[in-house]
Nanobody, 116 residues
């Protein structure tokens, strides 16, 4: 059974930092591209960041570029999202996703609240 378990969310003041983690199990982690997405209240889920299977390439939404960093540790089956200079508009539930050529999975999400 595939599981993606996010952690690290919480309440932080604007300008602060958080580090999200997503621990994967039940899949061959190194065979999956990994990504972070978020869904703010009343809005659709949106792309935040992605990283390739080996971790050599990353891409980001324009809204987080320069502030967020995605990374992965294939030995620990974990992907991370370092979030710096947080803004109130970053408030959302953050989800990690795993994608291969023939399957994709989602975690349950972790909530991030950024106060002004």
């Amino acid at each position: 059974q595939v599981q993606l378990v996010e952690s690290g969310g919480g309440l932080v003041q604007a300008g602060g930092s958080l580090r999200l983690s997503c621990a994967a199990s039940g899949l061959t982690f190194g065979s999956y591209g990994m990504g972070w997405f978020r869904q703010a209240p009343g809005k659709e889920r949106e792309f935040v960041a992605a990283i390739t299977r080996g971790g050599s390439d990353t891409r980001y939404a324009d809204s987080v570029k320069g502030r967020f960093t995605i990374s992965r540790d294939n030995a620990k089956n974990t992907v991370y999202l370092q979030m710096n200079s947080l803004k109130p508009e970053d408030t959302a539930v953050y989800y990690c996703g795993a994608q291969s050529v023939d399957s994709n999975y989602w975690g349950q999400g972790t909530r991030v609240n950024v106060s002004s």
